[in-house]
């Protein structure tokens, strides 16, 4: 009878687990909008705040649970960069620019998130939740540096000529950064995020064998997101 007790128990704990989980997954798709940088060949330190340019994209988020969610996204814009940036590389006169198209599938890992969206007699409960993510995707770009200095002196501050050939025009990345989520109202949430994309590469920048090819280039995505849930969790 005890042994019975104890499965009915363990049993009755499970499902309410279980159901706890079910109630606090839903989709939510949004957009987010905001600006990205670059590091790399062309720039001195970490980023140039005036090479920041626009940046957008589109998303998928599924929570799992409160603590978990995966996120797929497709985010695009522009990144440039210029030794005009660098006091050790204005001599160099090299700048680029470049559209991108990032692709990314990520898992999402929440702090404070609240047990559940709603109270138990269906009234949603404001919530402000951070979190990390952090996955893989790729990106597409295609850069091509430019040499702006004096006609007499690019074979002296050219290793190879422009435009580099053999460049890759796709990279593998890791996205990684963190947010923050506030959840407005049952069917709508704003937020803010920053993220990190090492790719691994030193060609993003259209400069490789004029450059440093022992050193990767980053590039940099900030902004704000608004998003809309499209299946709810129930309201318990």
């Not at 839903?26 to 626009?54: C, H, P, Q």
């Not at 990106?139 to 002196?153: M, R």
């Not at 959840?183 to 400069?207: A, T, Y």
Request: some cysteine.
């Amino acid at each position: 009878m005890h042994k019975f007790a104890l499965l009915l128990c363990l049993l009755t704990t499970f499902n309410l687990t279980a159901q706890r989980n079910i109630n606090n997954r839903y989709f939510e798709a949004g957009f987010l909008f905001g600006v990205t940088n670059y590091s790399g060949d062309m720039v001195e330190k970490d980023i140039a705040l005036s090479e920041t340019r626009i940046g957008y994209g589109a998303y998928g988020r599924y929570h799992l649970s409160s603590n978990f969610s995966m996120k797929a996204h497709v985010y695009t814009g522009a990144i440039s960069g210029d030794d005009a940036n660098s006091s050790s590389r204005q001599r160099r006169s090299l700048r680029f620019s470049t559209n991108i198209v990032e692709l990314g599938l990520v898992g999402e890992i929440n702090f404070g998130g609240r047990r559940n969206r709603f109270t138990s007699t269906g009234i949603h409960k404001f919530s402000l939740t951070p979190y990390i993510y952090a996955g893989f995707g790729a990106t597409f770009a295609n850069a091509q540096a430019e040499y702006y200095g004096p006609a007499d002196q690019l074979n002296e501050n050219l290793k190879v000529p422009l435009p580099e050939e053999g460049l890759a025009d796709r990279f593998l990345l890791v996205p990684m950064g963190a947010g923050v989520r506030a959840d407005i109202s049952e069917f709508f949430v704003i937020g803010l995020e920053v993220g990190w994309r090492p790719v691994f590469s030193d060609d993003l920048d259209g400069v490789r064998y004029n450059g440093n090819p022992e050193s990767g280039d980053w590039y940099y995505f900030a902004g704000l997101t608004t998003s809309f849930i499209i299946s709810n969790n129930k309201k318990r």
